[in-house]
Nanobody, 123 residues
Framework: QVQLVETGGALVQAGGSLTLSCAAS????????VGWFRQAPGKEREFVSA????????AYGDPVKGRFTISRNNAKNTVYLQMSSLKPEDTAVYYCAAGYPIQWDRRNEYTYWGQGTQVTVSS
């Protein structure tokens, strides 16, 4: 069983930067792929980014490509999401998830989820 806790959410102005962290405990986090998803009010939860357990492959959703960077430190059981050039449309609750998805952008293929952290970008 893997427990995930997201931190780092905040209110930030458009154009600003923010780094989210996803800290894991229990289970086999270091061998799990990890994804970030986000959900804005009234919208479906959408894929943001993912990283393999070995940190050799990453993927990004189209809305964040070139602005967000995912990384991980398995020694610290933590995955990071660096966000820059933030836009008001990035406002959402950001969730991290762990598991062994075949398709990284499919949220139902992840086994473990955190409770989320709120990111609000003001214009």
């Amino acid at each position: 069983q893997v427990q995930l806790v997201e931190t780092g959410g905040a209110l930030v102005q458009a154009g600003g930067s923010l780094t989210l962290s996803c800290a894991a405990s229990g289970g086999t986090f270091s061998t799990s792929h990890v994804g970030w998803f986000r959900q804005a009010p009234g919208k479906e939860r959408e894929f943001v980014s993912a990283i393999t357990w070995s940190d050799t492959r990453t993927a990004y959703g189209d809305p964040v490509k070139g602005r967000f960077t995912i990384s991980r430190n398995n020694a610290k059981n933590t995955v990071y999401l660096q966000m820059s050039s933030l836009k008001p449309e990035d406002t959402a609750v950001y969730y991290c998830a762990a598991g062994y998805p075949i398709q990284w952008d499919r949220r139902n293929e992840y086994t473990y989820w955190g409770q989320g952290t709120q990111v609000t970008v003001s214009s």
